[in-house]
């Protein structure tokens, strides 16, 4: 590809990964179906990385929105134990799994495969908004929330199950708050980016992908700033949607959307 095309696809998946990061609609599905709509493949093999480093401007994006929580957090070692001990299942299915997901949802069956997940999401997520509303009393989050939120985003390693989504419904299904769910999840969201960042990067200097040329390396600049901006905005977004526990229309978008791009996957 040219550097302007690079350019254009980089900041455009840049976007929809800071839209979709905090959004409850998989970040990771929508970058599975931009890179087979738009073709995209960055140069020397190092898509893979590519993503890696959009990740890491959606975490730039929660270091600013959540600093007065992180502040917070070493004055509660408890905390800071429980988001440790909520990341080990995402580490461990990803350092397990992590080939075999890429090949599923990298081949011919894996458009079906995250329109799939889309629809589980938004199943969680109807059932997440009524029990949220029924609930006349909360627990104080405890281990048992953070535990079950540190199970469901190892499942969310899935394309199309979204991490924010899945793990707030965990912690509301286990007795918690919504909105205090909604920001242990974006706290839990720190270490496990982090850490995939970190294996990202070894692997692709280890293989010799990160020699990209000098339209990679300003497509992979444009993709993380785009990231960073409009993850910010989309946390803002979230907080307010999980303060009135209104998830339903994020419900309604995956529907169509998997309905959708299935059927055209089919068709076309």
């Not at 900041?11 to 800071?18: A, C, D, E, H």
């Not at 997440?128 to 048992?144: I, N």
């Not at 242990?184 to 980016?193: D, G, R, T, V, Y």
């Amino acid at each position: 590809m040219g550097f302007w095309e690079t350019l254009f696809k980089s900041i455009v998946l840049g976007t929809v990964q800071g839209l979709t990061e905090f959004l409850p609609v998989s970040s990771s599905g929508h970058l599975v179906l931009l890179e087979h709509a738009l073709g995209y493949s960055v140069e020397g093999g190092g898509t893979t990385l590519f993503n890696v480093m959009l990740h890491l401007g959606t975490l730039l994006a929660v270091l600013i929105a959540f600093r007065k929580d992180i502040r917070a957090l070493f004055s509660c070692p408890r905390k800071i134990a429980m988001l440790l001990v909520a990341t080990v299942p995402a580490g461990v299915a990803g350092l397990l799994f992590e080939s075999k997901i890429d090949a599923l949802f990298g081949g011919e069956r894996g458009i079906a495969a995250v329109c799939l997940l889309f629809g589980v999401t938004a199943v969680l997520l109807l059932i997440c908004e009524l029990c949220a509303l029924r609930r006349k009393k909360v627990r104080p989050f405890g281990w048992r929330n953070a535990l079950s939120m540190g199970f469901m985003q190892a499942a969310a390693i899935l394309p199309g199950l979204s991490r924010s989504g899945s793990t707030i419904a965990a912690g509301v299904f286990s007795g918690a708050d919504a909105e205090e769910s909604s920001r242990f999840s974006f706290l839990m969201s720190i270490p496990i980016i982090l850490g995939s960042a970190a294996v990202g990067i070894l692997k692709a200097a280890s293989s010799g992908t990160a020699a990209w040329s000098a339209a990679g390396v300003c497509g992979m600049l444009a993709g993380i700033a785009s990231s960073a901006i409009f993850g910010f905005f989309a946390i803002k977004i979230m907080l307010k949607a999980m303060g009135r526990a209104n998830y339903k229309w994020f419900a309604l978008y995956l529907l169509l959307l998997s309905v959708c791009t299935l059927w055209l996957d089919m068709t076309l």
